[in-house]
């Protein structure tokens, strides 16, 4: 389902001037709009396997982003860099959000460039352009690309992004909300199942698969903030997601696109005219 411009304004309330700000600097807008003007300026060629961009761009791309990824981690010894596109969660996330909203084509050994709706997006207000991204997301981009192990069940519970919908938009502005608490209700209502034959930590994935579908791309959109805490493994300590809060543009956001979805009112029927037999029209 593609986005039409011409409906966005019709979304809900007005962004205030806090908001209009956040639009305004909003990183993940941003990085799109750097994504699209680099394919507009430069076409590059999709890879022969996947089509995906080639390394130079990806490299190219990534460090105009508002927090580019780094291209490279050194372990102890050895230092792994990144070898494809694939490998940059960030430019993966954008290029799929693009090809759902139709805003960019490419494809094997063939150019990547901007579509006409792509052109048009550049040209649209930070508004509208984070709105037909996060619409992009939710009713277009398979949630499954966030956590494509073969233990998740193919097709998602039909209830799984309606229910979704409307628990983010009764959850309190910048109160903390337990995640386990969260997707373990979530799991429950809409019916996630985990298909390995052993269930010992069916729980587990399936609250990871929580966390990387739904609650890690709403922090991409800065429509939630996490909150980590360190946990002890052994010798060390390692961050796990503790909960999670609502921002108020986060809410905005959430609201409005809420209110795109509601039908619209039906028009009354209309009036039946009456006519009293024997006093219209006789003598």
């Known amino acids: 389902m593609l986005v039409d411009s011409d409906t966005c304004p019709e979304w809900g309330a007005d962004p205030d001037s806090d908001t209009l700000e956040w639009l305004q600097n909003h990183p993940l807008r941003k990085d799109t709009v750097v994504f699209l003007e680099y394919l507009r300026a430069h076409r590059p060629v999709g890879t022969q396997n996947r089509g995906n961009l080639p390394l130079k761009a990806v ?38 959000l693009a090809f759902a909203q139709v805003l960019a084509g490419g494809g094997r050994c063939r150019q990547w460039r901007l579509t006409t709706e792509g052109e048009e997006f550049l040209e649209l207000s930070p508004s509208l352009q984070l709105q037909m991204l996060f619409f992009a997301w939710w009713l277009s981009y398979n949630w499954r690309h966030h956590y494509p192990w073969e233990n998740l069940e193919e097709s998602l519970p039909l209830t799984l992004k309606p229910i979704t919908l409307d628990r983010l938009v009764h959850l309190p502005v910048e109160e903390s909300v337990p995640f386990e608490e969260f997707a373990d209700r979530l799991i429950a209502d809409t019916g996630l199942v985990w298909l390995a034959e052993k269930q010992t930590y069916a729980q587990m994935y399936l609250r990871s698969a929580v966390q990387h579908m739904v ?15 360190e946990e002890l493994v052994g010798t060390g300590t390692y961050e796990t997601l503790h909960g999670f809060r609502t921002t108020a543009p986060g809410r905005w956001l959430l609201n409005n696109f809420a209110l795109s979805l509601q039908p619209e ?9 009456i006519v009293l037999e024997g006093v219209l029209g006789h003598a």
Request: net charge negative; aromatic share 8%; proline share 15%.
């Open 59 to 96: 490299r190219e791309i990534s460090s105009r982003f508002v927090d580019p990824p780094p291209m490279e981690e050194i372990v102890g010894e050895k230092v792994y860099r990144v070898r494809n596109e694939e490998e940059v969660r960030r430019l993966v996330f954008i290029h799929e």
């Open 215 to 229: 609650i890690q791309p709403l922090a991409d959109f800065l429509a939630i903030e996490l909150e980590y805490r």
């Open 265 to 273: 009112p039906e028009a009354p029927p209309p009036p039946r005219s």
